[in-house]
Nanobody
Framework: QVQLVESGGGLVQAGGSLTLSCAAS????????MGWFRQAPGKEREFVAS????????YYTGSVKGRFTISRDGAKNTVYLRIDSLKAEDKGIYYC????????????????????WGQGTQVTVSS
């Protein structure tokens, strides 16, 4: 069973930057696309970004394009989410997730494509 552990959340001023990390316990991490989702207080969880297993293709939801960057390091079994120009609406719990199907990737934000989830890391934005 794959374990995903997020870290890097915290309190950041609006306009600042933050990099979230998600470490996977399984070496097969390299065969799967990964995604980041977030859940703001009182709202449903929403897709943020995803990256294919090679790290060569990425997909972002419209509201974060140009500010968020997803990347991965196969040697470290880790996927990252860098957030620049933080806004108040970026506040929430950020979750990483692993694609269910090996060597598969699509420009599709559906959470049903993912089978394992981390516990989340909290991002708070101060004004």
């Amino acid at each position: 069973q794959v374990q995903l552990v997020e870290s890097g959340g915290g309190l950041v001023q609006a306009g600042g930057s933050l990099t979230l990390s998600c470490a996977a316990s399984d070496r097969t991490f390299a065969d799967y696309a990964m995604g980041w989702f977030r859940q703001a207080p009182g709202k449903e969880r929403e897709f943020v970004a995803s990256i294919n297993w090679k790290g060569s293709s990425t997909y972002y939801t419209g509201s974060v394009k140009g500010r968020f960057t997803i990347s991965r390091d196969g040697a470290k079994n880790t996927v990252y989410l860098r957030i620049d120009s933080l806004k108040a609406e970026d506040k929430g719990i950020y979750y990483c997730a692993k694609y269910a199907t090996k060597w598969s990737f699509s420009f599709n934000p559906q959470s049903s494509l993912y089978d394992y989830w981390g516990q989340g890391t909290q991002v708070t934005v101060s004004s």
